[in-house]
T-cell receptor
Framework: DAKTTQPNSMESNEEEPVHLPCNHS???????IHWYRQLPSQGPEYVIH???SNVNNRMASLAIAEDRKSSTLILHRATLRDAAVYYC????????????FGQGTILTVHP | EAGVAQSPRYKIIEKRQSVAFWCNPI?????LYWYQQILGQGPKLLIQ????????DSQLPKDRFSAERLKGVDSTLKIQPAKLEDSAVYLC?????????????FGQGTRLTVV
């Protein structure tokens, strides 16, 4: 079961940091954590991924708990263009790269 | 680099009719996915190809849905006959390799309305 749990929605103000949580308590040692986001009327877009260590890229940072049962996507300064549905996805092991999406978190950014 | 191309963008059909969607993945990408996204839900994987072979089609309703990937490149997804509950966005995605690290690139999708 590749289930992850995320809050249904979150809100933020522009220019402020946003921390989007994800629980994946049944994760295996070989599963990666991926984050995708989906803007209105678009397909999902890759944001970041990680295995054990915290990761940074130009879009965001990913903080993975030491026990790997949870992770947090960090948007350092939210902009209006970051308003989207954010999906936390597990993949790896024998799933051959299968991406199983949950409901995701709807992020609203206020000006 | 060109992205994943899908056509058509929109399609309206009557129930019991048939419909086909086309996907052209990013050049060189071995893995191709078809997802169904019902309004308000996350995408659900229908079928995953590795080159022209099927890796996972466990959630494909095989009595009405079919998919093929000719020569390991383009792919078509067909529904015959369509039902009202098939109204959704059909997303195609591709990725370079199949490993635990898999960055998938998605097309814009085809929005199907069955009336």
């Amino acid at each position: 079961d590749a289930k992850t749990t995320q809050p249904n929605s979150m809100e933020s103000n522009e220019e402020e940091p946003v921390h989007l949580p994800c629980n994946h308590s049944t994760i295996s040692g070989t599963d990666y954590i991926h984050w995708y986001r989906q803007l209105p009327s678009q397909g999902p877009e890759y944001v970041i991924h990680g295995l054990t260590s915290n990761v940074n890229n130009r879009m965001a940072s990913l903080a993975i708990a030491e026990d790997r049962k949870s992770s947090t996507l960090i948007l350092h300064r939210a902009t209006l263009r970051d308003a989207a549905v954010y999906y936390c996805v597990r993949t790896g092991g024998t799933s051959y790269g299968k991406l199983t999406f949950g409901q995701g978190t709807i992020l609203t950014v206020h000006p | 680099e060109a992205g994943v191309a899908q056509s058509p963008r929109y399609k309206i059909i009557e129930k019991r009719q048939s419909v086909a969607f086309w996907c052209n993945p990013i050049s060189g990408h071995a893995t191709l996915y078809w997802y169904q996204q019902i309004l308000g839900q996350g995408p659900k994987l229908l079928i995953q190809f590795q080159n022209n072979g099927v890796v996972d089609d466990s959630q494909l309703p095989k009595d009405r849905f079919s998919a093929e990937r000719l020569k390991g490149v383009d792919s078509t997804l067909k529904i015959q006959p369509a039902k009202l509950e098939d109204s959704a966005v059909y997303l195609c995605a591709s990725s370079l390799v199949v490993t635990g690290y898999t960055e998938a690139f998605f097309g814009q999708g085809t929005r199907l309305t069955v009336v």
